[in-house]
């Protein structure tokens, strides 16, 4: 890039277990509407589509995710370069890997790392430090965002700003990053003015790639490759395999930010959190008078400072004090502000278990548009198929299920057998076990399906795929 | 009645708001299997079935329960004459007119007059104590089952037994029955040897109904003409509504009870809880090391002493102590065992607000079977239904919907029009709108199938009944 404009990269890897059961595996924390009416990943871009002063974000995603990113950079109309991991390497190999496509657009490229799942309240102040970061970044520097800290928390790394850079206003020389200390030393850290470490900084493409060269050669030679030989797929960027799977799964804090002389820090008062629990979405939520936060259909009798959402079940407390409830349609939990990290550990031992519940969430996304089990039971299964409009699924056949099709709402064109024919709200297709078939969504509007599988084996793994639009 | 056997009386008209979600007014808690494999209401009934001893029960009940309780005394195989109640006139009134329907069978017959939704643990303490009661009873006592009390609770009335009754050995007169106490005057109750009083007691039908006759005449007098007056429907007897709707509305211990020179007392130390809240069911229910008690799909992680009961949904407790959670498939309550008798005015903010969680269950019981609503949307909703063995749905037609139904187990009968046809598993029909239609299962095991209801109104009362099994 031969401009000054500053290349967006979005780390979209986290698995947001502290938020289950709104967060699952298969659909986390960054995809969700945990703090408006957008996602957190939609908020994370919009922020740093002002063309004037950024270029194309790079989105670095899970390749189980890319439908998703997808969809809701569609949704806010923005276009990105979406590029998938072929496997969880952490955060430095992403950003490796993102800095050398960004330094392909040009030698003189800046980036910024964002989280894709943070919350920055006030837009306007976090794009004032980007500005006041740039110079010391186009200098060579790399410029983390510190947030002041609110109380000693040990969730947190914290980094020390010691001398003012002169060339940089409002930029200081950073002389440590110092990880999650304990409570004590949290508030000496406090005290001796370290901020919290944000995540989110600013530097040269370049830089990033020369200090992970000297700190971190294992990630380094594997990223550029996996950069340099990545092929483009439909709407994604795949980031090499092969290259990319030889790299050290380390996080950039421990790559670099802890061993660079580079390393310098702004100010970040720009209400940031990394929503890295319930207890944070409590923070940030609106209150009731008697400290409430409740979302969705719920209710709250003589209760105080909790946090109640619900994205079905009616959901209430009665008589509790700092209860964090979170109710989806398939799981419950229950805990304290104070206790809420402990999810954590209740996702391990659900998975443990084999508990479907654990990672997966009810609704599944395809790139066509998305599915809900609705009941089940022996030798059937009823779905809630949405397909979007234009867009339509394989053309497959099962050997051990017949299906039912009954249209709910909008227009389909279902072919069986290579015969076309359309299907009209409240009429209803059979598809006999073995036929070949397609549902596709000719319209404007969204298509709603109720499908009623029948057969012995019902698993997702039944589909023969004979011809899809989105090479699975 | 010449012999000498007990007339269990049953009385199943509470409604159990305590226990919500679990318990609802369309689905009270004496129809739950809130302890063990049964419902309260079967376990009270198969606890008197001894017919040596017993003979065929009378159970009162709301009109609109007498389903549910036909049902649940086939599924044990008991005979019982399944009296009406025309109206809500508490619990004075319906044991009026079971005495009398007693009385009808015998001069000298003999009630025991039990709550539908309470626990015993030890039956055979329990039926010992009914031969103790049994020959103080004949001799024209009303002999109440007094449970030592274990807390100063003010959830129960008390009563004071006194001296000892010469003719009856084990049973004591009662001095008083004193309501709900305060705590320091239950714990002086407690230190002159008062006992709980269970509400459940024995006498001669005559007497009960002469004590009526002098302490309540507004009610002796209509609810022996609705007795006298009740007309066999099908499977129920119904008590005459004209004379029913005259009586007053009081509970017995108010009307008789406290007010009766016959009172006797007799211990009743058979593990009785009237099972009022979630916290006696924590009480009653095994515990794992921690003191949790858990049923269904639950987890508990870092919790103490908490009851978590989940009917569908994954449902955990992090860091909980003294917790109470149940979840349904449509809502979810969280207290703790001290606050949960705040449930009764959260169900009562909820019907103020008329959320329809609040008194109804997603599974609605038919005398033909069940159906349970697993989708809905703008112009459609889902059902699955369960047609019992030879039961078969009204004749009937719509004018706002058209249906479609897919077999998934068991066979169908279906008429469309006055045509019949068989559907099998895996086969389906579309019923138009406007078409008189039949479902039945003619088979030997439960038929279900998916129904998908599309249309402009799709509330339960477009229903226009052509004909009808049960005569509704």
Redesign the interface.
């Known amino acids: 890039m031969s401009e000054n404009r500053i290349i967006p990269v979005v780390l979209c890897g986290g698995s947001g277990s502290r938020l289950w059961?709104a967060s699952r595996e298969s659909y986390p924390k960054q995809f969700l509407a945990l703090a408006g009416d957008r996602t957190l990943l939609q908020d994370t871009v919009l922020r740093v589509t002002d063309p004037a002063r950024f270029g194309r974000p790079i989105i670095v995603a899970n390749a189980e995710h890319r439908f998703i990113v997808a969809e809701q950079m569609a949704q806010i109309g923005v276009q990105a370069t979406i590029a998938l991991e072929p496997a969880r390497k952490d955060s430095a190999a992403a950003i490796g890997a993102a800095a050398r496509l960004a330094e392909l657009q040009g030698h003189d490229a800046t980036i910024l790392v964002l989280a894709s799942d943070h919350v920055i309240l006030d837009t306007e102040a976090f794009l004032e430090a980007v500005g006041t970061g740039a110079p010391a970044a186009q200098a060579g520097r790399i410029v983390t965002f510190g947030a002041p800290p609110t109380e000693p928390t040990s969730r947190y790394g914290y980094i020390r700003p010691v001398a003012a850079l002169d060339a940089a206003p409002g930029v200081r020389a950073v002389a440590a990053f110092e990880e999650k200390p304990d409570r004590a030393r949290a508030e000496a850290l406090i005290d001796e003015g370290c901020l919290w470490n944000s995540g989110n900084f600013l530097c040269l493409a370049r830089t990033l790639l020369s200090e992970l060269d000297r700190h971190a050669p294992a990630i380094a030679g594997p990223a550029r490759v996996a950069a340099d030989k990545a092929a483009q797929d439909l709407d994604f960027l795949r980031l090499d395999a092969a290259a990319f799977g030889l790299a050290d799964a380390k996080s950039i804090d421990f790559a670099v930010m802890e061993r660079t002389a580079f390393a310098a820090g702004t100010p970040a008062a720009f209400g940031w959190s990394d929503v890295g629990g319930w207890a944070a979405l409590w923070e940030i939520a609106p209150h009731d008078r008697a400290g409430n936060a409740l979302v969705g259909p719920t209710?709250a009798?003589?209760s105080v400072n909790c946090y109640v959402r619900?994205e079905?079940?009616?959901?209430?407390?009665?008589?509790?004090t700092d209860?964090v409830?979170v109710?989806?349609?398939?799981?419950?939990?229950?805990?304290?502000r104070?206790?809420?990290d402990?999810?954590k550990?209740?996702v391990a031992?659900?998975t443990r278990?084999g508990?479907p519940?654990a990672l997966r969430s009810v609704l599944s996304h395809r790139p066509w548009g998305s599915y809900q089990i609705?009941?089940d039971?022996?030798?059937?299964q009823?779905k809630?198929i949405t397909v979007k409009p234009k867009r339509r699924l394989s053309l497959q056949r099962h050997i051990h299920r017949?299906e039912?099709w009954?249209v709910?709402?909008g227009a389909a064109q279902v072919t069986l057998d290579g015969v076309d024919r359309m299907l009209h709200?409240?009429e209803?297709v059979?598809v006999p076990i073995g036929v070949s078939h397609r549902l596709s969504n000719p319209g404007v509007i969204p298509l709603?399906i109720?499908e009623?599988q029948?057969?012995s084996y019902l698993g997702e793994d039944d589909i023969i795929r004979l011809e899809d639009d989105y090479r699975r």
């Open positions: 059961p209710a009798i003589d619900s079905k079940p009616m959901t209430a407390v009665v008589g509790m209860a409830v109710a989806t349609q398939d799981a419950v939990v229950v805990t304290t104070d206790r809420a402990g999810i550990t209740l031992e659900l278990r508990e519940t609705i009941d039971g022996p030798r059937f009823v809630r017949a039912h009954i709910v709402r709200e409240n209803s059979y709603e109720i009623v029948t057969g």
